[in-house]
T-cell receptor
Framework: SQKIEQNSEALNIQEGKTATLTCNYT??????LQWYRQDPGRGPVFLLL?????KEKRKERLKVTFDTTLKQSLFHITASQPADSATYLC????????????FGRGTSLIVHP | KAGVTQTPRYLIKTRGQQVTLSCSPI?????VSWYQQTPGQGLQFLFE???????NKGNFPGRFSGRQFSNSRSEMNVSTLELGDSALYLC????????????FGSGTRLTVV
């Protein structure tokens, strides 16, 4: 069956370091992959979308890579700040499907001052 | 521009009752999707509406229904509420569908007692 896996353990890092979050998937052929940020009690906020034919995408301090061979996406936040502390969700659709994204369970990032 | 607006923000209902949640998408967005989020299951897709038609549906019982009006505003209804329906219900809009990224509302926190 199709599965999206994100590390359920919280990632704790020191301010100023680069945070790297992982999203692995199985039995999918996604056309694209998205990353969202979610704060407690709020809706997810869209950050980046990367398509299957793209290897890397950047936006300010954020970088996403997409390796369809490894079936993995990495999400990097450089020069992390305590305000980056949140849960980060990846979502991907199925190629040729309805383009409805299926979400992973998310990884909590805690940036310590 | 205004974001996605969901009302009400909080709701407490008794088992067996029914509830209607409302969502106003971003102006110009024709696709509205609904998600249920619980700690145990994460974000689960309920259904998507596009131009007043249900275009996609998730694996939820028929007690969960929705509709979209000509101005793209959407409502979802849950009948015969069960304790397990307690969750954060999120509405998301996009211009055409999930392949452009979603803008989520802040959600409606439903508690069934």
């Amino acid at each position: 069956s199709q599965k999206i896996e994100q590390n359920s353990e919280a990632l704790n890092i020191q301010e100023g370091k680069t945070a790297t979050l992982t999203c692995n998937y199985t039995n999918y052929s996604p056309a694209y992959l998205q990353w969202y940020r979610q704060d407690p009690g709020r809706g997810p906020v869209f950050l980046l979308l990367i398509r299957e034919n793209e290897k890397e995408k950047r936006k300010e301090r954020l970088k996403v890579t997409f390796d369809t061979t490894l079936k993995q996406s990495l999400f990097h936040i450089t020069a992390s700040q305590p305000a980056d502390s949140a849960t980060y969700l990846c979502a991907l659709d199925i190629k040729g499907g309805s383009y409805i994204p299926t979400f992973g369970r998310g990884t909590s990032l805690i940036v310590h001052p | 521009k205004a974001g996605v607006t969901q009302t009400p923000r909080y709701l407490i209902k008794t088992r067996g009752q029914q509830v209607t949640l409302s969502c106003s998408p971003i102006s110009g967005h024709r696709s509205v999707s609904w998600y249920q989020q619980t700690p145990g299951q994460g974000l689960q897709f309920l259904f998507e509406y596009f131009s007043e038609t249900q275009r996609n549906k998730g694996n939820f019982p028929g007690r969960f229904s929705g509709r979209q009006f000509s101005n793209s505003r959407s409502e979802m209804n849950v009948s015969t509420l069960e304790l397990g329906d307690s969750a954060l219900y999120l509405c998301a809009s996009s211009p055409e569908g999930g392949s452009y990224g979603y803008t989520f509302g802040s959600g409606t926190r439903l508690t069934v007692v």
